[in-house]
């Protein structure tokens, strides 16, 4: 589609003018659906700025808040950071932590060497004095003998049984140290959790100063125009409660981190989109050694205690001392048994400890496994809610953008209200979309933390997130909405039977009658289900030249509030269409040509028509809008109906173009699908309607 501005001289700029301009930014903040669900997330200021009206804001130049869009514009870029650096939040941990593990590991090494180096070797020394009676005198006489012994203990409390106990403690020390491993990889990614909050909450920071700094000139004008008597107290507060808030959160935020940041010129990139590859994750568990070498120290270790020596044996040099005869060395041996051993028992019981062992190890890799895919679940449902707000937060990036090419194209007729509007929406999507981030980032480390092993660039998958929507997808449908029908049915039940009828496209009436708040509700959720929202704006008597003024402005506002609207000003309703049809249609298409020029590039515009116009009514409208919707009414035999859309088609590219069947032709839902289908199947026109949602709920049974 062509560009949709046009050159305007320039004229001169006066402070009642900007006044009244920004006057009319705040009551639009307060009343349009873009602003009040741009408003969800909001920052603070001082209590000061709140009470103090500084004559250099409330007089700010034009051109000064012109300057500050501007930067907040382009300190807003979409672009992400790099792979690597996105990596580093997650990878990059420092955790100044002294590991116990390791300390005891340092024992245990200790305790093997110093076990190690023990040979078994005793020294024993024995004495005794006394009298003894003589053999054969049976006289008292005086005696005394003794020994000293150099023994080595060889089993039970000697060498091999030292060498054992030294093997186990070198077992403890590697088990000790690898659990010290593992430690530190948990500690690791809850150090990473901490890290992530420090840099989201610098990074939110700067979005709300810069919103502080966008609000704070908005809100001394608005008070001003209080007391000028140009509004009212209640449009006052609007602004207040966003400045009392943006204090409030900035103040938060300055309480957890270190982060003090005012606005920067700079971008602020966002972290890059990462989704988890499972199947890496699953491999790296398999594959993770060190869980296998805990499983095998463990088996040894009670290999070890199974193998507790219950034998003593001693060998021994003795030098005897004895009074009454020679002094005498001697060799020998000392052995001892236990009299009851089961072995077998003892096997057996040492069969079981083992094959407990193996049933833990294993049982601890398919939990691992299952936690961390019942983890990587929130993984999805985030990256489903990062990419959706992407493109939230692309459409006000890119309507922003609109706004201030139109300034540099013509600086008389830009239109600084409605840009410091999309200024404010970009910040609140742009916070929004860090909010997403951070929480898609927190699940990411909830699934290595639950497979219990470190984070894996190689498992990690970049998401490349389109810079536009596709919105041009085959087999659309479509259902219109009018203000008494919306009004009258909970958000919950329009959103439940638009899912059940496969319905992604909505017509909603725009006028005054709406309900404002459920309607931008009603936006919210049903973007967060992949639902178009188009607002549905017209008026016969805008086709009349001198109404396309105020019939651009009123489209040009709806259009901001969900990015599409469909124009429906059906000019042969009017009495005058019998004699003036020419005229009529002529002011139609200098209508949407004017409307063409007027909207954003990322802005849908769509018409509705009926079938009876002249053809070359319908070629011309062909490459000014984004589709035409054929209003096929009055006829439910599809038949009747090929007759005359086949005509009407031809002039129009294919793919932009939209069947609207109208419920109340039908006796039925069966006989409206049987229509809808023949018709698809017959003009290879995939996209189709229903008008309206009061009478399709009617043939369903579904009112």
């Given at each position: 589609?062509?560009?949709?501005?046009?050159?305007?001289?320039?004229?001169?700029?006066?402070?009642?003018?900007?006044?009244?301009?920004?006057?009319?930014?705040?009551?639009?903040?307060?009343?349009?659906?873009?602003?009040?669900?741009?408003?969800?997330?909001?920052?603070?200021?001082?209590?000061q700025a709140v009470t103090d009206t500084p004559k250099a804001v409330t007089?700010?130049?034009?051109?000064?808040?012109?300057?500050?869009?501007?930067?907040?514009?382009?300190?807003?870029?979409?672009?992400?950071?790099s792979r690597s650096a996105s990596l580093s939040l997650l990878t990059d941990v420092k955790c100044d932590v002294t590991s116990p593990e390791f300390l005891r590991a340092d024992a245990y090494r200790k305790a093997s060497e110093r076990l190690d180096s023990d040979p078994g070797l005793r020294f024993g020394a024995f004495y005794s004095a006394g009298q003894q009676v003589g053999a054969a005198s049976n006289e008292p006489a005086v005696g005394q003998d003794g020994y000293v012994e150099l023994a080595w203990d060889t089993l039970r409390g000697g060498?091999?049984?030292?060498?054992?106990?030294?093997?186990?403690?070198?077992?403890?020390?590697?088990?000790?140290?690898?659990?010290?491993?593992?430690?530190?990889?948990?500690?690791?990614?809850?150090?990473?959790?901490?890290?992530?909050?420090?840099?989201?909450?610098?990074?939110?920071?700067?979005l709300l100063t810069l919103k502080k700094e966008l609000m704070e000139p908005a809100y001394q004008i608005e008070r001003r125009a209080y007391f000028k008597g140009w509004s009212?107290?209640?449009?006052?507060?609007?602004?207040?409660?966003?400045?009392?808030?943006?204090?409030?959160?900035?103040?938060?935020?300055?309480?957890?981190?270190?982060?003090?940041?005012?606005?920067?010129?700079?971008?602020?990139?966002?972290?890059?989109?990462?989704?988890?590859?499972m199947q890496a994750v699953a491999a790296r568990i398999e594959a993770d050694q060190r869980d296998n070498d805990i499983a095998r120290i463990e088996r040894n270790l009670r290999r070890l205690d199974h193998n507790e020596r219950q034998k003593r044996l001693s060998f021994f040099v003795r030098q005897n001392i004895d009074e009454n005869n020679d002094t005498s060395v001697s060799l020998g041996a000392r052995f001892s048994m236990p009299l009851f051993t089961h072995q077998s028992e003892r096997d057996e019981e040492l069969d079981l400890w083992l094959n407990s062992i193996d049933a833990d190890h294993e049982m601890q890799d398919w939990e691992r496994v299952t936690q961390a895919r019942s983890a990587y679940l929130e993984v999805s449902d985030q990256l489903d809610q990062v990419i959706q707000?992407?493109?939230?937060?692309?459409?006000?990036?890119?309507?922003?953008?609109?706004?201030?090419?139109?300034?540099?194209?013509?600086?008389?007729?830009?239109?600084?209200?409605?840009?410091?509007?999309?200024?404010?929406?970009?910040?609140?999507?742009?916070?929004?979309?860090?909010?997403?981030?951070?929480?898609?980032?927190?699940?990411?480390?909830?699934?290595?933390?639950?497979?219990?092993?470190?984070?894996?660039?190689?498992?990690?998958?970049?998401?490349?997130?389109?810079?536009?929507?596709?919105r041009r997808r085959p087999g659309q449908r479509q259902v219109y909405v009018w203000s008494e029908t919306f009004n009258a049915h909970p958000n919950r039940?329009?959103?439940?039977?638009?899912?059940?009828?496969g319905i992604n496209r909505v017509a909603v009436s725009g006028g005054k009658d709406i309900a404002p708040m459920k309607f931008q509700r009603f936006i919210r959720k049903a973007e967060n289900s992949g639902i178009l929202i188009s607002v549905i704006k017209g008026d016969p008597r805008w086709a009349l030249r001198d109404r396309h003024e105020s019939a651009v402005s009123q489209i040009r506002r709806a259009a901001d509030a969900t990015?599409?609207?469909?124009?429906?000003?059906?000019?042969?309703?009017?009495?005058?269409?019998?004699?003036?049809?020419?005229?009529?249609?002529?002011?139609?298409?200098?209508?949407?040509?004017?409307?063409?020029?007027?909207?954003?590039?990322?802005?849908?515009?769509?018409?509705?028509?009926?079938?009876?116009?002249?053809?070359?009514?319908?070629?011309?409208?062909?490459?000014?809008?984004?589709?035409?919707?054929?209003?096929?009414?009055?006829?439910?035999?599809?038949?009747?109906?090929?007759?005359r859309l086949k005509p009407i088609i031809a002039r129009l590219p294919r793919d932009r173009v939209r069947l609207i069947l109208r419920a109340s032709d039908f006796s039925d839902e069966w006989q409206l699908e049987q229509t809808l289908q023949t018709l698809q199947k017959r003009t290879s026109v995939d996209a189709v309607g229903v008008h309206d949602l009061a009478d399709y709920m009617k043939l369903s049974g579904d009112e």
């Amino acid at each position: 589609m062509a560009g949709r501005f046009t050159m305007v001289e320039r004229g001169p700029i006066r402070i009642l003018d900007l006044l009244k301009i920004l006057l009319a930014s705040v009551l639009l903040s307060a009343t349009s659906p873009a602003f009040g669900q741009a408003g969800a997330a909001d920052s603070g200021l001082s209590s000061q700025a709140v009470t103090d009206t500084p004559k250099a804001v409330t007089e700010a130049p034009k051109e000064q808040l012109w300057a500050l869009v501007d930067r907040i514009f382009r300190a807003l870029s979409p672009e992400q950071r790099s792979r690597s650096a996105s990596l580093s939040l997650l990878t990059d941990v420092k955790c100044d932590v002294t590991s116990p593990e390791f300390l005891r590991a340092d024992a245990y090494r200790k305790a093997s060497e110093r076990l190690d180096s023990d040979p078994g070797l005793r020294f024993g020394a024995f004495y005794s004095a006394g009298q003894q009676v003589g053999a054969a005198s049976n006289e008292p006489a005086v005696g005394q003998d003794g020994y000293v012994e150099l023994a080595w203990d060889t089993l039970r409390g000697g060498y091999l049984d030292s060498q054992d106990q030294a093997e186990a403690a070198a077992l403890r020390a590697k088990r000790a140290r690898l659990q010290g491993l593992i430690a530190d990889r948990r500690r690791e990614l809850k150090c990473a959790r901490h890290q992530l909050s420090d840099h989201f909450a610098s990074l939110r920071s700067k979005l709300l100063t810069l919103k502080k700094e966008l609000m704070e000139p908005a809100y001394q004008i608005e008070r001003r125009a209080y007391f000028k008597g140009w509004s009212h107290l209640d449009d006052l507060m609007v602004s207040e409660s966003d400045l009392v808030r943006l204090r409030e959160q900035l103040s938060q935020l300055h309480g957890k981190t270190s982060a003090r940041a005012s606005a920067l010129e700079k971008p602020l990139p966002g972290p890059a989109v990462f989704d988890v590859d499972m199947q890496a994750v699953a491999a790296r568990i398999e594959a993770d050694q060190r869980d296998n070498d805990i499983a095998r120290i463990e088996r040894n270790l009670r290999r070890l205690d199974h193998n507790e020596r219950q034998k003593r044996l001693s060998f021994f040099v003795r030098q005897n001392i004895d009074e009454n005869n020679d002094t005498s060395v001697s060799l020998g041996a000392r052995f001892s048994m236990p009299l009851f051993t089961h072995q077998s028992e003892r096997d057996e019981e040492l069969d079981l400890w083992l094959n407990s062992i193996d049933a833990d190890h294993e049982m601890q890799d398919w939990e691992r496994v299952t936690q961390a895919r019942s983890a990587y679940l929130e993984v999805s449902d985030q990256l489903d809610q990062v990419i959706q707000q992407h493109y939230r937060y692309s459409r006000a990036y890119e309507r922003t953008r609109r706004s201030i090419a139109e300034h540099d194209l013509s600086t008389a007729n830009a239109d600084l209200p409605l840009a410091i509007t999309r200024a404010r929406s970009l910040l609140d999507a742009a916070t929004e979309m860090a909010e997403a981030k951070e929480s898609l980032y927190r699940n990411i480390l909830k699934v290595f933390t639950a497979a219990d092993i470190a984070v894996l660039p190689s498992a990690l998958k970049s998401v490349s997130l389109p810079d536009r929507d596709n919105r041009r997808r085959p087999g659309q449908r479509q259902v219109y909405v009018w203000s008494e029908t919306f009004n009258a049915h909970p958000n919950r039940l329009l959103l439940a039977f638009l899912e059940a009828k496969g319905i992604n496209r909505v017509a909603v009436s725009g006028g005054k009658d709406i309900a404002p708040m459920k309607f931008q509700r009603f936006i919210r959720k049903a973007e967060n289900s992949g639902i178009l929202i188009s607002v549905i704006k017209g008026d016969p008597r805008w086709a009349l030249r001198d109404r396309h003024e105020s019939a651009v402005s009123q489209i040009r506002r709806a259009a901001d509030a969900t990015g599409s609207v469909h124009v429906d000003v059906e000019p042969h309703t009017l009495d005058r269409f019998d004699t003036q049809s020419e005229q009529l249609l002529d002011g139609y298409l200098g209508l949407i040509n004017r409307l063409n020029s007027k909207l954003e590039m990322d802005q849908r515009l769509t018409v509705a028509v009926p079938m009876h116009w002249p053809l070359e009514v319908y070629e011309k409208l062909s490459y000014k809008v984004d589709a035409t919707y054929i209003m096929a009414y009055g006829e439910p035999r599809a038949k009747h109906l090929l007759k005359r859309l086949k005509p009407i088609i031809a002039r129009l590219p294919r793919d932009r173009v939209r069947l609207i069947l109208r419920a109340s032709d039908f006796s039925d839902e069966w006989q409206l699908e049987q229509t809808l289908q023949t018709l698809q199947k017959r003009t290879s026109v995939d996209a189709v309607g229903v008008h309206d949602l009061a009478d399709y709920m009617k043939l369903s049974g579904d009112e």
